[in-house]
């Protein structure tokens, strides 16, 4: 999924400078916990020029953003450490 969010997301680079998206994303129910982290880690490694922005926003729909963004928060965080 990585590598999807990642040649999405280069259609909206500019010459020197990408502009400001937001990814959406249909959530699936009842994911595991291992399978919201493999989603955050491929939204991490995705969105990479996007997140070092410091400016993401992420649209989920169905039950996980929570989880979600708790997960990439903690993921985040402990990169920046």
């Known amino acids: 999924m990585e ?3 990642a040649e999405k997301l280069r259609w909206f680079m500019l010459e020197e ?3 400001l998206v937001a ?4 959530g ?3 994911l595991n916990f291992e399978e919201v982290e ?4 491929s939204i991490i490694n ?3 020029d996007i997140l070092d922005l410091d400016t993401p926003l992420i649209i989920i729909e ?3 953003a929570k989880v979600l963004g708790q997960t990439l928060d903690i993921r985040l ?3 920046k450490r």
Request: net charge neutral; no cysteine; glycine share 8%.
């Open 17 to 19: 400078d990408i502009q």
């Open 3 to 5: 590598e999807i969010i």
């Open 62 to 64: 169905n039950d996980i």
């Open 23 to 26: 990814l959406a994303i249909k």
């Open 38 to 41: 493999g989603l955050a880690d």
């Open 77 to 79: 965080s402990n990169k």
């Open 46 to 48: 995705g969105m990479r």
């Open 28 to 30: 699936v129910r009842n």
